[in-house]
């Protein structure tokens, strides 16, 4: 087993092999048997790494690597306790790289890993919960999976006799984020924000991930089905950032971006989809929904793909919580529309021409934005709004009012 090569897996299939130089930097090289099966050019693993014989090394590759990580402190603790040097993408991705977000694995082993599932009792689970942001592992485990982003969370596979840890590369199922304990948390409820966001989003017809609100001992916690798994199965997936190359410490757009991100995914993934003019549609059903609802948080990682054979749909929303509302130091959008990231100046007008610069027609734009409108506006009366939410669910009824035209 080499130290310096890590063996890259879509759905258990060898695609190639990720090697660090001697510089430290990694160098990708694409198998033989993916490229003959799937044809050069071929976008199967990332938009931003077609398939091909050249090798690919620099920017890109880093990128990539570094958007299946974790972030900020959650990085830095899975660094320290795998004894990986701070900022090494390589080192951490050979211990923790076994399970990734959408179908990939990356590990040192010559063979797709198998994993298995180890049981685990309430009271088990309850520890690994409360000890968050500690990450820790039921004794004889190890932290074998990774996850973007900068939220503690605990990844788990639910099972029909209860919890189990997704051990050596077995899929996890659900993402389980308590409320953080830290006296700096900006969103006070935030679990409970996402959760009513997340119920909202799928009564407005606008896909989101399935959630619930459960107890864990003394913390409560938002537990996310995972969309990237089926029965047992993952589904390739990849988030904004991966797709546009863009490095996880650049995730907010500026104002200043040509062409700006939502555009070069509309025009880029969108135009490799089954129907480039639905996938607009959804792309703009869900920025709308972001904006009504206030969401200063959408930025390039909290927006994904779903990938099958080369060919790139819209994922359902996740992340998604009405933040600029609740505290409005929030108040970029995270995305620049037609040149604004302001969600206090982001209007119609910016949202009909970010559409128009996708291809969209103005009738086709207006009548989608008007349509997600409409629908949280309806989903409002239909989905329970707890009293603390009440003062949030007002200003999302008044932004939904001004995009509804």
């Known amino acids: 087993m080499s130290q310096d090569i890590l063996n890259l897996w879509l759905h258990d299939e060898h695609v190639g092999e990720v090697e660090r130089l001697r510089s430290g930097r990694p160098r990708l090289r694409f198998a033989a048997e993916a490229r003959a099966r799937w044809g050069d050019g071929a976008r199967v693993l990332s938009y931003s790494l077609p398939l091909g014989p050249k090798r690919i090394d620099g920017p890109a590759i880093e990128t990539y ?33 076994y399970e990734c977000a959408g179908a990939v694995q990356l590990t040192p082993e010559s063979a797709p890993p198998t994993g298995h599932l180890k049981p685990l009792p309430d009271d088990e689970v309850i520890g690994l919960v409360e000890d968050l942001p500690t990450l820790s592992a039921p004794e004889g485990e190890a932290i074998t999976a990774s996850l973007g982003g900068v939220q503690s969370k605990l990844l788990l596979t639910r099972t029909e006799a209860g919890w189990a840890w997704p051990a050596a590369g077995a899929p996890s199922t659900h993402i389980i984020k308590p409320e953080p304990i830290e006296p700096s948390a900006p969103i006070p409820r935030i679990v409970e924000f996402e959760h009513w966001s997340l119920e909202l989003a799928r009564a407005a017809g606008v896909p989101g991930a399935k959630s619930t609100l459960e107890r864990f001992g003394d913390r409560l916690a938002i ?54 003019g639905l996938f607009r549609d959804a792309l703009l059903r869900l920025v709308t929904f972001n904006l009504i609802i206030g969401n200063g948080d959408a930025h390039a990682k909290n927006y994904s793909l ?69 629908s949280v506006q309806s989903a409002l009366v239909e989905v329970e709004v707890p009293e603390f939410v009440a003062p949030v669910a007002e200003q999302v009824r008044a932004a939904a009012a001004r995009f509804a035209g």
């Open 223 to 276: 537990v996310v089905e995972r969309y990237d798994r089926a029965r047992g199965d993952r589904l390739h997936q990849e988030d904004f950032a991966q797709a546009l190359g863009i490095r996880p410490l650049e995730k907010y757009e500026s104002s200043y971006e040509e062409p700006g991100r939502l555009r070069r995914v509309a025009i880029g993934p969108g135009l490799e989809s089954a129907d480039p």
């Open 306 to 374: 779903l990938l099958r054979d080369g060919l790139f749909s819209i994922a359902p929303a996740y992340d998604v919580a009405p933040v600029f509302y609740v505290n409005p130091r929030f108040s970029d959008f995270g995305m620049s529309v037609a040149g604004q990231r302001g969600l206090r100046h982001i209007t119609l007008d910016h949202l009909m021409r970010e559409a128009a610069s996708w291809g969209m027609s103005e009738d086709g734009a207006r009548t989608e934005i008007r349509n997600v409108a409409t």
């Open 65 to 97: 690597l570094e958007n299946l990580l974790p972030e900020g402190a959650l990085r830095a603790q899975l660094e320290r306790q795998n004894g990986v040097r701070p900022g090494d993408a390589f080192g951490l991705l050979r211990h923790i790289g």
